[in-house]
């Protein structure tokens, strides 16, 4: 039997739907400051302190460019994966060098290379501000009214 391209991508998506089956996922998401700590316990065994959830929270961060990654050390040293850097790799690379194929490893702190147009975004803390956006919409305001509104009242703090 010849092994076309066609059979290759048949074999692999009869493989794929074979083993999702077997996958289960936890359903929901959750904030850090309301868990489902009953599930985690019931399922897992597993109780997480307020300390736990607050380290976790903080130590995960986001990328202006749209990624996500944690700090891994008390430096700020952040892991992420390579596409998360790809553009600031090539922003560093030069004729000498290709940094997004080749990689780089810094030996020392004063062979670091700097990402400089990279913002990291961490969350601080988390307060439910519900009440005070939804006061801003007063009765008779149209849809759009109401949406400027809201935003407005955002856009405050």
Known sequence: MKITPRRIVTLMSLSLLTTTSLLQADEGMWLFN???????????????????????????????????????????LVMSNHHVGADCLQKLSDSEHNYYRDGFHARSRAEEKGCHDLELNVLMSIENVS??????VKAGMSDQESFLARRGAMAEG
Do not use: C, M
């Not at 597993?46 to 202006?64: C, G, T, Y």
């Not at 009440?131 to 801003?136: L, M, P, S, W």
């Open 131 to 136: 009440d005070r956006i939804n006061a801003a």
């Open 34 to 76: 309301n868990p489902p700590r009953e599930q985690l316990k019931q399922t897992y065994g597993f109780e997480p302190s307020d300390a736990w959830l607050e380290h976790v929270q903080k130590s995960a961060v986001r990328f202006n460019s749209g990624g996500s990654g944690s700090f891994v050390s008390p430096d700020g």
